[in-house]
């Protein structure tokens, strides 16, 4: 028994042992394949480089580099063909490097490429390095060209983001190197790399953004213009001051870093402020400045960079229609002239697009672009007064109250809040169409107490307003800020039959070559009023331009539009549409201050009049495809019509309250039939301005049970 116990023992022992073998075979076997993999993987890559840097060793130089000068060539086009802004050196003074102060040239190469006078115009590792980094981030987000890779790019190759490009540029790059020294690659880079504002190489920035010769600059200024090359438009400081200054801050924690600075020198340098040159140089042709700059953010939307816009050689057509922006930048400066705004603070913007296929055909975000190149379309928001109470009257049209029916024009009061007319007006019971074409505030209060705040709110998202909008009863006086930009597009269901597009600026994009590298595709919209509500909605806002507060815009020609006046005369606003065309004008104070006798149906009607006349030159006469609307004017009585608010009305249980001295008056003030007069800006006017903001700071209002998400508007083919 013993001895067959043991005889067991050792062949399992024996069967251990074995397994034990197998296993370790196994995981030898598994690890000296991993080790010949990295062998063999480590081996290919240094010959592939071995072999690359062998080919780049046997390029030749280029001939008569030192002479080269780019040749910068694109050009926006409006639709009719007329050249709009053209991409060439505003500014070109070349500069010795010598004459290039040390703080420059050592915070651009700190920032741009450290090992600058190390490589030999690429750097490998830097590349592996930031591979690296953006296969981690899952995108880009660190480069690897380096200061000669980029001047090869900017003078001889094309901007597609291709592996193709790449490796071209640093083939360049390396025959750059062989042809001139390190300082001449510095001196031209220098000279040529774009800085924004139309400046092209250092010196030219400095007189652009300072007013100084470069030599003149202090360490946060030269700082300043060494961080611009990544991202110009982004880090303008006449664009964003502030995003400027923590670019300026990060170049100088490089120089820090790096040892070219001291501590003390970087401690006074980040808390130095930006003092800016009150003018910047414009030495291009730019005829459409604010909407050049919006083509470019949408170049930038469909993966062109920056510099692949100003170097590219690109053929862009926009939608602009030329002859209307011309009308529109003449009638700007004229009309403000005339009634004496002439402070930089004191603006106007224009917007307008095609309701039916969403071309942009005007745009201009302010009087003055050298003076100001803050964009009031699309940046700016301001509350537009009573030219947001078409949308309030568009959701009570959506809830079946007409044109036609009836409405108590005369003081209320919701809560603490009691709204009333300019100098105390009422005309007691008139049609709800009439209210709007004479702009009665204590009726759009009623409007928005019968449909309800939430209504409201909802119809203006699915309209496309995204800003912030107060679940408060004033809002329907436009009390909220809005951007001109989806204000106006938010007129365009008003035009087109309840549907929404989304405005767009380019057409085509071609290459040096011709070639078609980009093409609109058609736009798609998105339906979010009946029929029926914008004929209705129409029909109403015709009378304001034939009879009512926006007479001023009249142009003789089937119009529908609305006035909005804000509190302390601050803001103006016009907003109207042709069946073709949909047209914003504002005008008013950046510092937000009073500018007496400004109102909706005066210098605002007039620019939209002004640049509508020639918008419209082609189109004729014709009307807007709607079933028709009979507004009736109950001469011989009112019958048996509807009237608003007849039937309940909780917040003022049936009382007529008497307005008090501290009532914040809220209407427009052109009477019927009247024509707005010029008027300076210390004039005082005739009628009580149109506040939008009453006070309602005890006012017992609904809350809303859950908040209201906007509807995602349509994005066209063009902008996706």
């Given at each position: 028994m013993s001895s067959s116990y043991e005889r067991y023992k050792r062949q399992r022992a024996a069967k251990d042992i074995a397994r034990e073998?197998?296993?370790?075979?196994?995981?030898?076997?598994?690890?000296?394949?991993?080790?010949?993999?990295?062998?063999?993987?480590?081996?290919?890559?240094?010959?592939?480089?071995?072999?690359?840097?062998?080919?780049?060793?046997?390029?030749?130089?280029?001939?008569n580099l030192e002479d080269f000068k780019p040749n910068i060539v694109t050009k926006f086009y409006s639709q009719d063909g007329e050249v709009i802004k053209t991409f060439t050196a505003y500014s070109y003074d070349k500069v010795e490097l010598g004459n290039v102060p040390d703080e420059l040239k050592k915070a651009l190469i700190a920032t741009e490429d450290k090992n600058f006078y190390k490589h030999g115009g690429y750097d490998i590792f830097g590349i592996i390095r930031s591979s690296i980094q953006n296969v981690i981030a899952r995108h880009a987000v660190q480069g690897a060209s380096t200061l000669t890779q980029q001047l090869a790019r900017i003078l001889f190759l094309s901007n597609e983001r291709t592996l193709t490009r790449k490796i071209k540029e640093i083939e360049v790059a390396a025959r750059i190197?062989?042809?001139?020294?390190?300082?001449?690659?510095?001196e031209m880079y220098l000279n040529n790399v774009y800085l924004g504002a139309g400046a092209y190489g250092v010196s030219a920035a400095a007189k652009i953004y300072?007013?100084?010769?470069?030599?003149?600059?202090?360490?946060?200024?030269?700082?300043?213009?060494?961080?611009?090359?990544q991202a110009p438009s982004v880090y303008n400081p006449y664009n964003n001051k502030d995003l400027a200054i923590q670019r300026r801050n990060q170049v100088l924690k490089r120089m820090l870093t790096m040892k070219y600075i001291t501590q003390d020198e970087y401690d006074k340098a980040i808390q130095a402020d930006v003092k800016l040159s009150s003018v910047p140089q414009i030495?291009?042709?730019?005829?459409?400045?604010?909407?050049?700059?919006?083509?470019?953010?949408?170049?930038?939307?469909?993966?062109?960079?920056?510099?692949?816009?100003?170097?590219?050689?690109?053929?862009?057509?926009?939608?602009?229609?030329?002859?209307?922006?011309?009308?529109?930048?003449?009638?700007?400066?004229?009309?403000?002239?005339?009634?004496?705004?002439?402070?930089?603070?004191?603006?106007?913007?224009?917007?307008?697009?095609?309701?039916?296929?969403?071309?942009?055909?005007?745009?201009?975000?302010?009087?003055?672009?050298?003076?100001?190149?803050?964009?009031?379309?699309?940046?700016?928001?301001?509350?537009?007064?009573?030219?947001?109470?078409?949308?309030?009257?568009?959701?009570?049209?959506?809830k079946g109250i007409t044109p036609n029916d009836l409405i108590d024009d005369s003081p209320i009061t919701i809560g603490n809040w009691s709204p009333h007319n300019s100098s105390h007006k009422y005309r007691g019971k008139i049609p709800v169409y009439k209210a709007l074409m004479i702009s009665s505030n204590t009726c759009a209060a009623r409007i928005i107490q019968e449909v309800g705040i939430r209504s409201v709110i909802q119809l203006a998202r699915v309209l496309g307003i995204t800003t912030p909008i107060e679940?408060?009863?004033?809002?329907?006086l436009g009390s909220n800020g809005v951007k001109m930009f989806e204000f106006v597009r938010a007129y365009g269901a008003f035009a087109n039959g309840g549907y929404i597009v989304q405005p767009y600026a380019i057409e085509r994009i071609e290459d040096s070559r011709g070639r078609v590298l980009y093409r609109a595709g058609k736009t798609k919209s998105s339906h979010q009023l009946s029929l029926k509500t914008a004929a209705e909605m129409t029909a109403m806002m015709k009378t304001v331009i034939i009879s009512g507060t926006g007479t001023a815009a009249n142009i003789g020609k089937p119009a529908a539009g609305k006035t909005g006046t804000t509190d302390d005369n601050?803001?103006?606003?016009?907003?109207?549409?042709?069946?073709?065309?949909?047209?914003?004008v504002w005008v008013g104070d950046d510092n937000n201050k009073k500018i007496n006798g400004l109102y909706g149906g005066t210098i605002p009607a007039k620019i939209w009049k002004d640049v509508m006349t020639v918008a419209t030159r082609d189109l004729g006469s014709k009307d807007f495809d709607y079933p028709e609307i009979e507004?009736?004017?109950?001469?011989?009585?009112?019958?048996?019509?509807?009237?608003?608010?007849?039937?309940?009305n909780p917040s003022n249980d049936g009382e007529v309250v008497k307005p008090t001295e501290e009532t914040p008056a809220d209407t427009e003030t052109q009477t019927e039939g009247s024509t707005p007069q010029p008027t300076t800006q210390n004039t005082t006017p005739e009628t009580p301005s149109e506040p939008?903001?009453?006070?309602?700071?005890?006012?017992?209002?609904?809350?809303?049970?859950?908040?209201?998400?906007?509807?995602?508007?349509?994005i066209p083919e063009s902008v996706r």
């Open positions: 073998n197998i296993s370790r075979k196994k995981g030898n076997k598994f690890f000296t394949n991993l080790k010949l993999f990295v062998l063999t993987t480590t081996a290919l890559f240094l010959a592939g480089f071995t072999a690359f840097n062998l080919y780049l060793s046997s390029l030749p130089p280029i001939e190197e062989k042809t001139i020294s390190k300082d001449q690659i510095l300072f007013n100084k010769k470069l030599n003149q600059l202090t360490l946060p200024e030269l700082a300043l213009i060494a961080g611009l090359p030495y291009t042709t730019n005829k459409a400045p604010y909407f050049s700059d919006y083509v470019v953010k949408e170049m930038q939307k469909l993966g062109f960079d920056e510099t692949d816009i100003i170097h590219g050689g690109y053929k862009v057509i926009t939608t602009l229609d030329s002859k209307a922006q011309e009308a529109a930048n003449e009638s700007i400066l004229k009309n403000m002239k005339s009634w004496g705004l002439t402070n930089k603070s004191q603006q106007a913007a224009v917007f307008s697009f095609s309701p039916i296929d969403g071309r942009i055909l005007v745009y201009a975000g302010g009087k003055n672009y050298g003076e100001s190149q803050y964009d009031r379309v699309t940046q700016s928001i301001r509350p537009p007064g009573s030219s947001f109470k078409p949308i309030v009257y568009a959701a009570a049209m959506e679940y408060d009863y004033t809002i329907s601050k803001d103006a606003y016009f907003v109207g549409y042709t069946p073709d065309i949909v047209t914003g507004l009736e004017n109950y001469s011989g009585g009112f019958g048996n019509a509807r009237v608003i608010g007849d039937d309940e939008v903001k009453p006070k309602t700071t005890n006012a017992p209002v609904p809350k809303p049970t859950a908040k209201v998400a906007p509807i995602p508007m349509a």
